[in-house]
């Protein structure tokens, strides 16, 4: 049974600096890919950045330049390093697990079957 558990929002002012990590529980497989996503009030959940099996990530063009992906192997987390937030970084978190062989970073919704529950940022 795997869970994944989100920690680490919080509200920050615009400008600011926020760390998510995400605790995988149970199986996962390392060669699989891991996701954030977020979903805003009324919006679509909307992928943040990903990363595959040996470490390639790939980001949104929102979060290119300011969010990094990180995963450590090691003690099964999954990290999300957010920097001159914005209010529209305002959101619900989620990170996203495929045991899948995924064979590059995944970015869209439908390949994630494993969700946390989520951790809210707000920014203002």
């Known amino acids: 049974h795997v869970q994944l558990v989100e920690s680490g929002g919080g509200s920050v002012q615009a400008g600011g600096s926020l760390s998510l990590t995400c605790a995988t529980r149970?199986?996962?497989?390392?060669?699989?890919?891991l996701a954030w996503f977020r979903q805003a009030p009324g919006k679509e959940r909307e992928a943040v950045a990903a990363?595959?099996?040996?470490?390639?990530?790939k980001y949104s063009d929102s979060a290119t330049g300011r969010f990094t992906i990180s995963k450590d192997g090691e003690k099964n987390t999954l990290d999300l390093e957010m920097t001159g937030l914005k209010p529209e970084d305002t959101a619900m978190y989620y990170c996203?697990?495929?045991?899948?062989?995924?064979?590059?970073?995944?970015?869209?919704?439908?390949?994630?079957?494993?969700w946390g529950q989520g951790t809210q940022v707000t920014v203002s």
């Open positions: 996203a697990h495929t045991t899948k062989l995924c064979g590059g970073p995944r970015m869209e919704r439908f390949e994630y079957p494993l």
């Open positions: 149970g199986y996962t497989r390392r060669s699989g890919c």
């Open positions: 990363i595959d099996g040996i470490g390639r990530t």
